[in-house]
């Protein structure tokens, strides 16, 4: 039995989000088997740049009042430093282990966080939004950068206030997500009220039946046939790769009455019906292989993964 406890790296910045961040993994992980450090990069500059890598060249230093705006935003960084501590406490986290950690700004926020990340953490926790709440969506912030640069630790990006009861996870049978499975059953709670793994069955192409009358034909006369024999293929194949990633939670202690499966199919998308799932299941966390058959890996090549988490709305999405 493993008694080595696991550590949480959570980045804390200015804004409501990192909070929340700080709230919402609090009460996913146990507290008995899980030690956080409190990460924040410090920036001697407006909280407005926090999500930019970049280092602009200002000189602020002679502007009227800019010690004092400073000093305004160290004090801001210590009360949510303290706040987040607080709430991790609240958990009954022990204090010995929670550890606040204050870094000057030496690389950028980014890689910062990634030299920091690499220190054997086990999870790397950050909010989707960040200081820069007026930005929109995630083109050159530091969440897009981590999501493209983290290959190396499981990484949360929490958007909103997610609910922290039930768990979805997509699953597609690869290494990929066998290691979401055997990870996120390691790192969440027992407790959780459900864990559901979902397989998605695509659709035919039908955006090639609309261009070729050929198959236009054949895929009117044909199609509820040939997505039956599609359907039942897959269920076969994956009906004992699902019974046993479910069993794979409780050996870790869930409930079996909790951990199900199930599968999606005849859609165009894997990413928007595993999105969809989850808000209809009212699942919190969507948990995700960083490599999979395809099946998920969708969510984390090219633009398709920064749209995911952009639509990201009060969920937290986990890429294992």
């Keep these: 039995m493993e008694n080595k406890k696991k550590t949480i790296l959570v980045t804390i910045d200015h804004s409501r989000q990192s909070i929340d961040a700080a709230t919402y993994i609090s009460a996913m992980v146990d507290p008995r ?33 800019f010690s004092d705006w400073m000093n305004v935003q160290r004090h801001s960084i210590d009360e949510n430093l303290e706040m987040a501590e ?42 989707k939004s960040g200081s820069n709440w007026i930005a929109d969506g995630l083109t050159g912030t530091v969440t897009e950068k981590l999501l493209s640069r983290t290959f190396h630790i499981p990484l949360v990006i929490i958007a909103g206030t997610p609910d922290t009861h039930k768990v979805l996870l997509g699953y597609d049978g690869s290494n990929g997500a066998d290691k979401a499975v055997a990870t996120s059953a390691k790192l969440i709670r027992s407790d959780m009220s459900e864990v559901q793994l979902c397989h998605v069955i695509r659709s035919f192409n039908m955006a090639l039946a609309q261009n070729t009358p050929g198959y236009t034909s054949f895929y009117n006369t044909y199609l509820p046939e ?11 194949k994956m009906e004992p790769l699902l019974n046993k990633a479910c069993n794979v939670f409780v050996r870790h202690g869930f409930v079996p009455s909790t951990v199900r499966w199930s599968l999606i199919n005849r859609t165009a998308s894997r990413s928007q019906a595993l999105l969809d799932m ?43």
Excluded at 36 to 45: I, R, Y
Excluded at 98 to 111: N, S
Excluded at 226 to 236: G, V, Y
């Design 226 to 236: 040939l997505e039956e024999a599609l359907i039942k293929i897959r269920r076969e």
């Design 33 to 65: 088997e899980n030690i956080v450090t409190l990460f924040h990069v410090e920036s001697d500059l407006f909280d407005i740049f926090f999500d930019s890598d970049d280092y602009p060249s200002l000189n602020l230093g002679e502007t009227s009042h």
């Design 278 to 320: 989850a808000k209809t299941q009212e699942c919190g966390s969507l948990v995700l292989g960083r490599r999979g058959n395809s099946a998920v890996e969708e969510f984390f090549m090219g633009r398709v993964g920064k749209k995911v988490v952009q639509k990201a709305d009060s969920i937290a999405v986990w890429i294992i």
């Design 86 to 127: 607080k709430i991790f406490l609240s958990k009954d986290f022990p204090k010995e282990n929670i550890r606040i950690l204050k870094q000057p700004l030496t690389k950028g926020i980014t890689r910062d966080i990634l030299v920091e990340s690499q220190k054997n953490y086990d999870l790397l926790v950050i909010g």
